[in-house]
C-alpha cells in the first residue's frame, strides 16, 4: 500500500524514467484522493439520510451523533475501559494459542504417534463450529475466562495445523543434514525446525489475530459483562444504535492497531533471524 | 587394514506399498588415504551405499566396518557432503560451517579457528560474515565442504556435490575439491553420474549394476604420466579415453543420465 518512492539510489535518473516516476506518484496521489472521497462522500450521504429523515435516524444512528457518542463515553472513560478489556483479551488469547498451538505442532512432529493417534480428532475440532461451544465454556470457566476460552478455541487448530504442515516440509527438505551429523531430535528442533520456521510462525501469528478477534467478540457476546462485544450488544438491547456504531468503530481502529503491530513485530524478527548474525 | 568394509551388504526399503531391494551382495574395501568414485545407473543405490558407510542406514543384510569396526549410529570419522548444499538461510556462512561441531558438542572456540582457517586458505575469507543467498553456486558448494572438513572426519563421502553447477564451475570446483581433500590426507568416497569425473578425480572407480545393485568392476586409474595429475591433466592423459570406453561399456544398456 506504500507509496512508490523516488529516492533511487543511482544520481541520474534518465529523463523517461524520472517521467515514469513522476506518473507513478501522481498515480498514487490519485488513488489516495479516491479513499479519501469514498469516504467522505459515505459519511455524507449518511448525515444528510438522516438530517432529511429519508431514513430513521433511530435505526441507522448519524455520523455527527456518533462524534458526541464518542466523546460521551470517551470522557465518561467506559468507553476505554471496554477497549483496553477487549485488546488485553485478544493479546493473551494470541499469545495463549500461539504457545499452545506450536507446543502441540512440536509434539505432533516429536511423536508420529501421537499425530496418528489424534489425527481425526483433529479433523473433527476443525470442522466443528467453535460458537456451539459457547455454553460450555460458560458453565466451567465463568463469565470473564470464557472469553479465553472462545478466542482459543477458535485460533489454536488452525494454528496447530499451520504450524504443523511448516514442520513437515522443514522435515523433508532440512533436516538431511542434521542426520548426517548424527543430531539428535532436540538438537534439530532447536538448531533447525524453530529457527527455520519464524517466517511460517509470522504467516500464523497473522492468522491468529483475526481468529482470536473473532473469538474474544463472540465470548462477549455470549456471556461478558465488559469489553467492546459487550457493549455492542447492550447497546442493541437498549435500542442505542449510537453506541453501537461508536463501539464498532473502535474495535475496527483496535483491530488495525493489533495488525499493525503484529506486522511490525513480523519484519523485525524475519530481519534479526535472517539477515542478521546468530 | 582398510578404513572402510563393506562385507556382503544388501539393503532393502520397506514401504507399505511395496519392499524395494536397492543392493544385493555388495562388497569393497578401501584403504587409508584412497580416492574412490561410484558410477552407476540412476536409482541404482549409489546414495543408500553413502548412508550405509557413514552409519545412517543399518544393513538389511551384511556388516559395514570403519576402521575395523562395524558401524552403530553415524560415526564421527565419517563426513558426509550431500548433493544439496543444505547452508541454513538464517545463519551467516560461518555459524553454518560450526553446525556439525555444535550438534557433536565440539570446542566452539578451536572449531571457528579452523573455519576461518579454511574458508582462508579455500579463498572465501572475506565471506565468514555473508548470508549464505550472497553466494555462488560455487562457493556455497565449498562452503558445504568445508562445514564437512571442521569437524574434522578421516572419511568423506560425497554425494554428486557438483550436479547442481554448471560445466565451468563444475571443473573449477573439482579442480579446488580434489586439491582440498589430497592436502588433508582424507580418504573420499565420491557418487557421480560423470564418468569424466569419476575418471579424473579417483584413483579406483567402481562400477555399479542395475536394481538390486551389486559392484560389477573395478578400475585402478594409473597414468603413464606419473602420480599425482591434477584431474584437468587427467582428462588429457593418454588412457584416459581407454577408461572412458571400458566403463561406458560396463553401463551399456544402463541409461546414464549425465546432468
Ligand atoms: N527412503 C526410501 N524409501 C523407499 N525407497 C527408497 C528410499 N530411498 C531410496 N529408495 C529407493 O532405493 C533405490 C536406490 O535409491 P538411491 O537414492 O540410493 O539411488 P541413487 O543411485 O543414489 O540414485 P540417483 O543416481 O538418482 O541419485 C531407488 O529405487 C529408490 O527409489
Ligand atoms: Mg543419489
Keep these: 500500500m506504500g507509496m512508490p518512492s523516488s529516492q533511487d539510489k543511482r544520481p541520474d535518473p534518465s529523463p523517461g524514467y524520472s517521467r515514469y516516476l513522476k506518473s507513478q506518484k501522481r498515480a498514487w496521489w490519485g488513488i489516495l484522493l479516491s479513499r479519501l472521497l469514498i469516504l467522505a462522500a459515505f459519511l455524507g450521504l449518511w448525515e444528510l439520510a438522516a438530517r432529511l429523515k429519508w431514513v430513521d435516524p433511530l435505526l441507522t444512528s448519524q455520523p455527527s451523533k456518533l462524534v458526541t457518542t464518542f466523546r460521551e463515553l470517551g470522557f465518561e472513560g467506559s468507553l476505554f475501559m471496554h477497549t483496553r478489556v477487549t485488546a488485553t483479551e485478544t493479546v493473551i488469547g494470541i499469545v495463549v494459542s500461539m504457545v499452545l498451538g506450536t507446543l502441540i505442532a512440536v509434539l505432533f512432529w516429536w511423536s508420529t504417534y501421537a499425530s496418528k493417534v489424534l489425527e481425526p480428532y483433529m479433523v473433527v475440532l476443525n470442522a466443528l463450529p467453535k460458537v456451539a461451544l459457547g455454553p460450555i465454556f460458560y458453565i466451567l470457566l465463568g463469565d470473564e475466562y470464557s472469553v479465553y ?40 528442533l532447536r538448531m533447525v525446525m524453530l529457527p527455520a520456521s519464524v517466517p511460517n510462525l509470522i504467516a500464523t501469528l497473522k492468522v491468529n489475530v483475526g481468529l482470536t478477534l473473532v473469538g474474544v467478540i463472540m465470548g462477549e457476546f455470549l456471556s461478558s459483562k465488559a469489553g467492546l462485544g459487550y457493549l455492542i450488544i447492550y447497546g442493541g438491547q437498549v435500542f442505542q444504535m449510537n453506541m453501537v456504531m461508536v463501539s464498532i468503530c473502535m474495535l475496527a481502529l483496535m483491530s488495525v492497531v493489533l495488525y499493525g503491530i503484529v506486522n511490525v513485530i513480523g519484519s523485525y524478527m524475519l530481519k534479526k533471524g535472517f539477515h542478521g548474525r546468530t | 587394514m582398510s578404513i572402510i568394509g563393506v562385507r556382503d551388504v544388501s539393503l532393502s526399503y520397506f514401504t507399505p506399498k511395496q519392499e524395494t531391494e536397492a543392493l544385493r551382495g555388495v562388497n569393497m574395501e578401501i584403504e587409508p588415504g584412497e580416492f574412490i568414485s561410484i558410477v552407476g545407473p540412476s536409482g541404482c543405490g549409489k546414495s ?16 559395514v566396518l570403519i576402521d575395523g569396526r562395524e558401524t552403530d549410529g553415524v560415526s564421527p570419522k565419517v563426513g558426509y557432503m550431500l ?44 565471506f565468514a560474515g555473508h548470508n549464505p543467498d550472497q553466494l555462488s553456486g560455487g562457493m556455497r558448494q565449498r562452503v558445504a565442504l568445508i562445514r564437512t572438513l571442521v569437524t574434522d572426519p578421516d572419511i568423506l563421502l560425497l554425494d554428486e556435490p557438483f550436479s547442481a ?75 584416459y579415453n581407454e577408461y572412458f570406453n571400458s566403463i561406458w561399456k560396463d553401463l551399456d544398456g544402463h541409461a546414464i543420465v549425465s546432468r
Design chain 2, 83 to 126: 548433493q544439496r548444499d543444505h547452508l541454513f538461510e538464517w545463519r551467516d556462512v560461518l555459524s553454518n560451517l560450526l553446525v556439525g561441531a555444535e550438534i557433536r558438542h565440539m570446542d566452539r572456540e578451536r572449531a571457528a579457528r579452523r573455519a576461518r582457517e579454511l574458508l582462508e586458505r579455500y579463498g572465501l575469507s572475506g
Design chain 1, 149 to 188: 476460552g472462545m478466542a482459543v478455541a477458535i485460533s489454536l487448530i488452525v494454528t496447530i495445523m499451520m504450524v504443523e504442515n511448516g514442520f513437515k516440509e522443514l522435515a523433508r527438505t532440512k533436516l538431511q543434514l542434521m542426520e548426517s551429523f548424527g543430531a539428535t531430535r532436540l538438537q534439530m
Design chain 2, 48 to 63: 543408500t551405499l553413502l548412508s550405509l558407510i557413514s552409519g545412517m542406514l543399518k544393513p538389511t543384510s551384511g556388516r
Design chain 2, 165 to 239: 553447477l554448471d560445466y565451468q564451475s563444475r571443473l573449477t570446483l573439482a579442480e579446488d575439491v580434489f586439491r582440498i581433500i589430497k592436502d588433508q590426507g582424507k580418504t573420499a568416497v565420491l557418487v557421480t553420474h560423470d564418468i569424466s569425473e569419476a575418471i579424473s578425480m579417483a584413483d579406483r572407480v567402481l562400477v555399479m549394476s542395475k536394481r538390486p545393485s551389486s559392484i560389477i568392476a573395478a578400475y585402478p586409474i594409473r597414468f603413464e604420466e606419473g602420480e599425482g595429475l591434477s584431474p584437468w591433466k587427467k582428462r588429457e592423459a593418454g588412457k
